[in-house]
């Protein structure tokens, strides 16, 4: 097979490099970029130098990787307050001072992100910089550089399967370690629609038992899970369908269940912080303004503990997601 020069930055980096030049000439082009999810774009180019850094190990994927990490987890920043802000107007048994609380908060993260995109020149010429580094690696997207992600998406795999056996499936840390290996599963999915088209889905042939119980409409309708097209000419990994699709069902649960008790940690704070209560007295308030048992925390680690322990052990879909060439 004949292989054509590849390099899956470029789509991304153009998309970036797009929303960049727009913002600069916004009043604030913090909450600009926010609107416009620049933040995909961030994500995908950090997919990309993550998993590339892992197969080559070099310099510019883990510098890059670096920067695009900073100004995501800012928006990442913004966009958890946002959602929470909005949240809990909804309720209207929360005080506006608490919600006050959520707004000022994703006010501060824009103005941190106004600072990092001036001072580090991101609304100028960032991204060509990066484009100028990462052209060398114009290449074959052959077998050897395929072989080569597949080893790195392999020892990612290892890495995950150790975290959780460590822990022996019993989980007692919402962040440190349910959230934790919630995005390490992300990564996982997010490399398929980062790669654009070089991995594929894989027919699983028989259905397996659990089809009823993951596929769900939300999975299967989401965009994410629609990878691109193979390109023309270019040599291919494959995820097995089946395993990729029971893994985005499962990091769609994990993060409803990490959300339950993040989200009424939040809370917690914001009316510890504007009210005159001490932490055990907010938790309590907290709790009843969202209807949630006095468990909740020791709830969500048992049921997060289970369907992980299910999914990796008895359907084992991490040992089928990569397919063996």
């Known amino acids: 097979m004949t292989t054509q020069a590849f390099n ?14 727009k913002a600069a000439g916004q009043k604030d082009p913090a909450l600009w970029l926010y609107k416009n999810d620049a933040r995909t774009q961030l994500f995908m180019l950090e997919a990309l130098t993550r998993l590339h850094n892992n197969a080559f190990d070099e310099k510019v994927f883990d510098k890059w990787n670096k920067r695009f990490k900073k100004l995501e987890d800012l928006f990442g920043e913004i966009d958890e307050y946002a959602a929470l802000e909005a949240q809990f107007k909804t309720n209207k048994k929360i005080p506006k001072e608490v919600i006050r609380y959520f707004t ?3 006010e501060n993260y824009l103005e941190k992100c106004n600072r990092r995109l001036a001072s580090k020149d991101w609304l100028k010429d960032k991204v060509a910089s990066f484009d100028q580094k990462i052209g060398r690696f114009d290449q074959e997207c052959n077998e050897a550089y395929v072989d080569e992600l597949r080893f790195a998406l392999e020892k990612e795999v290892d890495h995950i399967l150790y975290f959780a056996l460590k822990a022996d499936y019993h989980f007692t840390k919402i962040e440190d370690e349910v959230h934790e290996l919630r995005r390490k599963f992300r990564w996982l999915s997010i490399y398929a629609q980062a790669m654009r088209g070089v991995i594929q889905l894989k027919p699983s042939g028989k259905r397996k038992k659990y ?30 369908s089946d395993s ?17 008790v993040l989200n009424l940690y939040q809370l917690r704070d914001a009316i510890y912080v504007t009210g005159q209560m001490n932490k055990e007295e907010a ?10 048992k006095a468990t909740v925390e020791a709830d969500v680690l048992k049921e997060a503990s ?15 997601l990569i397919v063996k060439p």
Do not use: C
């Open 8 to 21: 899956p930055f470029l789509f991304y980096s153009a998309k970036l490099q797009s929303l960049l030049a």
């Open 104 to 106: 000022l908060h994703k």
């Open 211 to 240: 089809h009823t119980a993951y596929f769900t409409k939300e999975v299967m309708q989401s965009p994410y899970n629609k990878l691109p097209a193979k390109p023309k000419d270019v040599a291919v990994l494959e995820y097995d």
């Open 244 to 260: 990729f699709f029971a893994l985005s069902w499962l990091i769609q649960e994990l993060g409803k269940l990490k959300d339950r």
């Open 283 to 292: 938790t309590k308030k907290a709790i009843g303004l969202l209807g949630l």
């Open 306 to 320: 289970a369907i992980i322990h299910t999914l990796m052990t008895k359907d084992k879909i991490l040992d089928t």
